[in-house]
C-alpha cells in the first residue's frame, strides 16, 4: 500500500496552481489562455476572472444553436412561440456549455426566489406585521407543505389580538414560493386591490403578512378573522424563465377542511411576461365582488354563474 506524504501533496498542490495561473506560484505556462472555457486571469492579485459572454442577456437567450438548419426562418419562428430551450443545438450528444451555463444561471434565479427573504420595506409599505406559520424554516418548509397550512400558536395569537374579526375581506400576503413575486408585484397591486374594495363599500380587515406560507393557510386564518372572504397574495413556483409571479388565491369564507375546489386564482401576474399587477388587481377587485356577490368560490361558483348568467 502506497502513501502520499505531505511534501508530494504540497508539490502536486503546486502544480495545479500553477496550471490554473493563480497568484502565489511561479508564472502561469498552463493552457487556460485567451480563448479558453474560463480564464484564470489577474494572476497577481488571485482574483478569478470568468472571460465568457454572459449566457442570460437577450441576445444570447434567443440566439439559434442549431448549425445550418434546413428552415432557418421557420425555426426562428417557432422558437418565437415560446420560452421553451428549442434549436439550442447541442456539443455531440451532450448540451452546449452555453446552454449549461443559461440553464445554471437561470436555476439560480429560482434558487434566490424560493430562499429570498421579502424584504421589511415591501411590508412596512402597507403596515403588514409578519407571523409565521408552523415550518420552522425554508427547509422545513419545503418538506412539510402541511405544516406552511397551519399558523403557528404565537402567530394565531398575534392575529386575535391585532386584526379586526368578521370583515367582508381579509387581505394576506404571503412569501409562498417566490419572494421575488411579493417583492417586485406588491406595491402595484396591493393599492389597486384596496381602492378597488373601499370603491365597492367592502370593508377590509388588518392585513399582515405570513412568512413560509402556503395557500391552504387561509382556512386557519379565517378560524381567527372570520372574514366573508380571504384574500391571499402569494408568490408562485418559479419557473426557468420567470420566478417573480404572483399569483391572488381567495376563498368564500374559507374554514378547516375546505379544499382547493372551494377557492379560486388569479396567476401570473408579473411584469415579465404575465398580467401587469395593476391590470391583475382589477381582476381580483372583479372576481371578490362576483364571490361575494354569489356566496360561493370555485366550483360552486362555477355551477351558480353558470346558471345565473
Ligand atoms: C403546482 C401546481 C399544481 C399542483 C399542486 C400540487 C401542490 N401541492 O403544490 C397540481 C399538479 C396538483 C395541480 C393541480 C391542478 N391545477 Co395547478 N398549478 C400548479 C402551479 C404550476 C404552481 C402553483 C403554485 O406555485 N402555487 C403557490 C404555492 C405556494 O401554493 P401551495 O400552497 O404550495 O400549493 C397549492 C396551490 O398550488 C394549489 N393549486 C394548484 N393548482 C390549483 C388550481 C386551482 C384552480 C386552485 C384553486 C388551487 C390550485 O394547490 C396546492 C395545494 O393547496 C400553477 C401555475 C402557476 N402559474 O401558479 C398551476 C395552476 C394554479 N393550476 C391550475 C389548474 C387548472 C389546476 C387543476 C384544476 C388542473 C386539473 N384540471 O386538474 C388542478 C387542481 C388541483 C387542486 N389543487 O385542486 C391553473 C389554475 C388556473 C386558474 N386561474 O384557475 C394554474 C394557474 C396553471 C395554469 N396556468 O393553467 N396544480
Do not use: W
Request: proline letters at 6%.
Amino acid at each position: 500500500m502506497s502513501t502520499t506524504n505531505s511534501p508530494d501533496l504540497e508539490a502536486v498542490v503546486r502544480a495545479v496552481l500553477r496550471e490554473l495561473g493563480v497568484a502565489g506560484t511561479e508564472a502561469s505556462g498552463g493552457p487556460a489562455g485567451p480563448g479558453g472555457a474560463a480564464t484564470a486571469g489577474a494572476p497577481s492579485s488571485g482574483d478569478l476572472v470568468i472571460d465568457l459572454p454572459d449566457p442570460t442577456l437577450p441576445e444570447a437567450r434567443r440566439a439559434l444553436g442549431v448549425v445550418d438548419p434546413v428552415d432557418p426562418e421557420g425555426l426562428r419562428n417557432l422558437c418565437a412561440t415560446t420560452t421553451a430551450r428549442l434549436g439550442v443545438g447541442r456539443a455531440g450528444p451532450r448540451p452546449r456549455t452555453a446552454s449549461l451555463l443559461l440553464f445554471q444561471a437561470d436555476h439560480g434565479v429560482t434558487q434566490d426566489a424560493i430562499y429570498g427573504e421579502v424584504p421589511e420595506d415591501v411590508k412596512a409599505r402597507f403596515d403588514l406585521f409578519t407571523v409565521r406559520t408552523r415550518a420552522a424554516d425554508r427547509a422545513e418548509y419545503l418538506l412539510r407543505p402541511d405544516l406552511g397550512r397551519l399558523l403557528s400558536d404565537e402567530a394565531r395569537a398575534t392575529v386575535a389580538e391585532r386584526c379586526v374579526h368578521g370583515p367582508d375581506v381579509q387581505i394576506c400576503v404571503g412569501d409562498g414560493l417566490s419572494a421575488a413575486a411579493i417583492e417586485n408585484n406588491l406595491a402595484d397591486i396591493y393599492p389597486v386591490i384596496v381602492q378597488g374594495l373601499r370603491s365597492a363599500g367592502l370593508s377590509i380587515g388588518t392585513p399582515f403578512f405570513i412568512e413560509n406560507c402556503r395557500v391552504g393557510v387561509m382556512n386557519d386564518v379565517n378560524r381567527v378573522v372570520d372574514a366573508k372572504l380571504v384574500l391571499l397574495l402569494i408568490g408562485e413556483r418559479p419557473g426557468l424563465g420567470i420566478a417573480d409571479a404572483m399569483s391572488a388565491y381567495m376563498g368564500f369564507h374559507p374554514e378547516p377542511g375546505k379544499t382547493d375546489a372551494e377557492r379560486d386564482l388569479i396567476c401570473m401576474i408579473t411584469t415579465h411576461g404575465g398580467t401587469n399587477p395593476l391590470e391583475a388587481g382589477a381582476f381580483v377587485v372583479d372576481l371578490v365582488r362576483k364571490t361575494l356577490q354569489h356566496g360561493a368560490s370555485g366550483v360552486r361558483l362555477r355551477e351558480l354563474t353558470a346558471t345565473t348568467s
